[in-house]
């Protein structure tokens, strides 16, 4: 058993405490509180730090952490079909080294949990090799309702395969990848799988106007492409959230990703079905996909978190970042008492911790700081902007932390410590070189493919 002191404990849902203490025994946090009252032998003193839960991001592409800056100045439609054409480039060994580049990346800013889409093992294969927690979503691809058994039939080899080694740690779930690449018919037949094999479901979906189109009206960009490929188009929902629910595939273990472009209906479908939702704030303004109505979900008690997609849409994985703009972009867009009294009552560090945890339905497991939770801990400095003679409340230590935006200097997953002295632990020496070496296979490749 182990015990850490410090300044500030903020164990989230409950207040923060001064001079506080997390004692672990295992993986499991056996008991929270003041310094003064914790049980059994003397404590290590980690200093002027607040101890938080592990971080939770709830969209990741990790295997992409080697696009930063890559693709810059595409649109949406455009962005997709590059991104899919370069990533032909890059080994197997490529992208798992580009994701293990990812999850250090977020560790250093204290996510211990990354819920992942990606159609490789790369991300999978990441997470278990460091150490942390997650889910990894395999992704299946299938426009044209001929290939949906096809699809189906590899998807299921994949998961077999994967869930073969996966570890307590690290789940397996799946995701048909949005409505732009998924028939109706493999929509409907992953849905089914998934809830024959208890397996979790994340879906993209309502992230842009071209795919609000593509569903509503069988029109637009994306319409256009598939219709060059000999598949029909035709309007198939009135919106994408309709679609799904036609497919049945929302459901309490269903996690949408983005739900910019909802409507009040389509709100009141995923509360009603339990859905989760990550919301990607950074991404979405990156594509200029506008402000997602996040504070009227909250208001009809969506299981929202925060989610930093790939790296090719975004400049850095900091969850306390995305939830900070996440509620900065909310307070221009309020239009109901309801709305403002959810925002006014969420702060960054829940939506980093908690909200991220209920959305993937881990609550029970990670997101607070409580006895028989996961000992999964982010130890940060507390801001010099904080008054040391008050306790603060969770919203003022939420904004402070926020707009310091400084690293994590510890991380335990588990039980274990993964960061110590903001080092991230037992990663290969070499890593960082090779990751230069992938963003440069990259730019050659954009390079080549504009010289054409």
Same mark, same amino acid.
Request: overall charge negative; charged content about 15%.
């Given at each position: 058993m182990s015990g850490y002191r410090a300044a500030l404990v903020a164990p989230v849902g409950e207040p923060p405490i001064a001079d506080g203490a997390v004692i672990v025994d295992g993986d499991r946090?056996?008991?929270? =509180?003041?310094?003064?009252? /914790? @049980?059994?032998?003397?404590l290590t003193d980690l200093g002027d730090v607040v101890i938080t839960p592990g971080h939770v991001n709830a969209h990741t592409?990790? *295997?992409?952490?080697g696009y930063r800056g890559v693709l810059d100045g595409l649109g949406f439609f455009d962005w997709i079909r590059q991104l899919t054409e370069s990533k032909a480039t890059l080994s197997d060994d490529d992208l798992r080294d580009a994701a293990q580049l990812g999850i250090v990346e977020g560790l250093k800013r204290g996510i211990t949990t990354y819920a992942d889409t990606s159609n490789?093992?790369?991300?999978? *294969? /990441?997470? &278990?090799?460091?150490?942390?927690?997650?889910i990894a979503y395999r992704e299946v691809?299938?426009? *044209?309702?001929?290939?949906?058994?096809?699809?189906?039939?590899?998807?299921r080899e994949q998961v077999q395969a994967m869930r073969a080694v996966a570890t307590p740690l690290v789940a397996?779930?799946?995701? @048909?990848?949005?409505?732009?690449?998924?028939? *109706?018919?493999?929509?409907? /037949?992953? /849905?089914?799988?998934?809830?024959?094999?208890?397996?979790?479901?994340?879906i993209h979906v309502a992230e842009s106007d071209a795919e609000s189109q593509l569903v509503a009206e069988g029109a637009g960009p994306f319409a256009t492409f598939l219709a060059g490929r000999g598949i029909s188009v035709v309007p198939r929902a009135p919106t994408p959230i309709a679609l799904l629910a036609r497919a049945r595939a929302l459901g309490t273990h269903t996690l949408l990703i983005h739900c910019v472009r909802v409507d009040r209906d389509d709100i009141t479908t995923i509360a009603r079905t339990g859905c989760g939702v990550a919301h990607c704030p950074m991404s979405n303004a990156?594509?200029?996909? =506008?402000?997602?109505p996040a504070a009227a979900m909250l208001a009809a008690?969506?299981?929202?978190?925060?989610?930093?997609?790939?790296?090719?849409?975004?400049?850095?994985?900091?969850?306390?970042?995305?939830?900070? &703009?996440a509620l900065h972009d909310q307070a221009g867009q309020l239009r109901s008492t309801d709305e403002a009294d959810a925002l006014r009552t969420t702060d960054a560090l829940t939506l980093a911790t908690l909200a991220g945890a209920r959305a993937l339905r881990m609550e029970q497991q990670i997101g607070t700081l409580a006895v028989g939770q996961a000992a999964d801990l982010a130890v940060f400095p507390v801001p010099v902007v904080l008054d040391r003679a008050h306790v603060p409340s969770m919203r003022t230590l939420s904004d402070a932390m926020a707009a310091a935006g400084a690293p994590a200097l510890r991380v335990m997953v588990a039980g274990r410590w993964l960061v110590d002295g903001g080092v991230v632990l037992g990663v290969d020496p070499a890593l960082a070189m090779r990751g230069h070496v992938i963003r440069e296979k990259l730019l050659r490749w954009r390079a080549a493919r504009a010289a054409r």
């Open positions: 946090i056996a008991w929270v =509180g003041p310094a003064r009252e /914790a @049980p059994g032998g003397a592409h990790l *295997d992409l952490t490789t093992t790369a991300p999978f *294969d /990441a997470m &278990r090799a460091l150490g942390v927690r997650g691809f299938g426009p *044209d309702p001929v290939v949906a058994g096809a699809s189906l039939a590899a998807l397996v779930g799946v995701s @048909p990848h949005a409505p732009y690449s998924v028939s *109706d018919a493999l929509f409907a /037949a992953v /849905a089914e799988f998934a809830r024959a094999e208890s397996l979790p479901i994340a990156w594509f200029g996909h =506008g402000v997602s008690s969506v299981r929202l978190g925060m989610g930093s997609d790939s790296m090719g849409s975004n400049e850095r994985m900091d969850m306390l970042g995305e939830a900070a &703009r």
